[in-house]
């Protein structure tokens, strides 16, 4: 028993040296940037993208203790507010102890705990699925994204919205696996509700949820199941309804839109001439030309284009991670064809169960890959953030893929030299990226 309790602790070391290793970056990138504060707030509003605005909301709420006016000055109020909510109760109590600019650094510094979490998350999905070497090389590659680092030392909602993603897919995969019991279905309608209520984006998590809580069920034998998932549909659907569904009505009542998108495009339409100019049909190119900018600039956004989306990586950097993507891919072609030779008993149960896992994860891709494309199709603004809620199943595909391409004797060099590799990019990131900025 005790050598057992050994083990276990010593293979949570490097999980442990990779939180750290992550809060590290991330608080150096919030001590870094300067804050948009004071004679600051104009020069460094927009170094992480909206975190100026994010903090006027935030401000307004904390001082007001109602919602912001719908107006350019506080454009991110068009956001679900929990993330704001929470912010607004944390900048209330820093604010006179710390003052303004340390009160923003307390923001910044919760982000990269908040970002951390994903991570964790991450590796608990991926050890209900894969090995345990794997599983911390998906949270290392989910680590490593370094917009992720960046935005993890800002105050923005992506981070919470994420988290919460993370932590309703991890639900999910967990219910697929050993089955939704009340605490998996409480755990999973609490995670949707803070996913829904940071971000639109994840809307999608709702019918998700109510597609895996089907899945699971459908695999019980007995009487009263379809009643059970009923009930269990109805419990996640219910929480989300009473933490953030007021938002929703209200902004029916106030706009004439739950999701206010006619107002918004307005706000904008007045504020910048030609704002409508930005959509596809403003353009003057091709509708797959178009989408196919929008997917350029979407995924050198996600790895990272920093201080507004105006510095982007050195473009070898770019090519040596979209090598490792194809890679990846080669690698999952390669176990899709050996687990298919590999059938039979408990191995093939567990790939059932983690085929669903990939099933509802990708409908929860569909629907947010689907928003960014809708969304980009009116105003051109294709930002990776808009794909964070996606990390789980992005670092499990691309860990399990990576793995894939080698012999077993060969992997742990391999993903040792794949998460020093980001680990790299990521310092880079942070020395050139942020003193550029910081003007250093």
Not at 272 to 287: F, K
Not at 386 to 411: N, Y
Request: net charge positive; hydrophobic share 55%.
């Amino acid at each position: 028993m005790a050598s057992g309790k050994s083990g276990r602790a010593w293979s949570s070391i490097p999980l442990i040296a990779l939180l750290v290793t992550f809060l590290t970056l991330s608080a150096l990138w919030a001590v870094r940037v300067p804050r948009p504060v004071g004679a600051n707030a104009a020069r460094w509003s927009n170094f992480h993208p909206d975190e100026g605005n994010h903090l006027a909301v935030i401000a307004y709420m904390a001082a007001h203790r109602t919602l912001p006016p719908y107006t350019f000055a506080y454009y991110q109020s068009a956001h679900p507010p929990l993330y704001h909510l929470f912010g607004a109760v944390v900048y209330a109590v820093a604010a006179p102890l710390l003052g303004q600019d340390g009160a923003v650094l307390m923001l910044r510094l919760i982000s990269g705990v908040l970002g951390a979490g994903v991570v964790w998350l991450t590796f608990r999905s991926a050890r209900e699925f894969l090995c345990p070497s794997a599983a911390l090389t998906a949270a290392g590659i989910v680590a490593g994204v370094p917009l992720f680092v960046s935005l993890s030392a800002a105050v923005t909602n992506e981070n919470l919205a994420a988290l919460g993603a993370a932590g309703a897919l991890a639900a999910m995969g967990g219910g697929l696996r050993h089955g939704f019991d009340r605490r998996r279905v409480l755990g999973l309608s609490i995670w949707v509700a803070v996913g829904v209520g940071s971000k639109v984006t994840c809307l999608g998590l709702l019918p998700t949820a109510c597609v895996a809580l089907w899945w699971a069920g459908h695999r019980r034998r007995g009487p009263g199941r379809t009643s059970a998932i009923v009930r269990q549909m109805g419990l996640v659907l219910g929480i989300s309804a009473i933490v953030i569904g007021w938002w929703f009505v209200r902004n029916q009542a106030l706009y004439g839109d739950p999701l206010r998108q006619a107002a918004a495009a307005q706000m904008w339409t007045d504020r910048i001439p030609g704002y409508a100019a930005l959509a596809a049909s403003g353009q003057g190119v091709t509708p797959w030309r178009y989408a196919a900018r929008v997917t350029v600039w979407g995924w050198l956004s996600f790895w990272g284009l920093f201080d507004g989306g105006q510095r982007p990586l050195p473009m070898a950097i770019y090519v040596v991670l979209a090598a490792v993507q194809a890679a990846t891919a080669v690698g999952l072609a390669l176990l899709w064809r050996q687990r298919r030779r590999q059938r039979g008993g408990q191995q093939e149960r567990k790939e059932s169960e983690f085929a669903a896992a990939i099933g509802v994860a990708a409908l929860f891709a569909l629907f947010v890959v689907g928003v960014f494309y809708r969304y980009n199709w009116a105003h051109f603004t294709p930002q990776g953030r808009f794909f964070f809620p996606l990390l789980v199943p992005f670092g499990i595909v691309m860990a399990a893929g990576w793995q894939a391409l080698f012999p077993a004797r060969q992997r742990a060099f391999a993903c040792g030299l794949l998460l020093g590799g980001l680990l790299l990019i990521n310092v880079y990131a942070l020395v050139v990226m942020a003193r550029s900025g910081s003007g250093g």
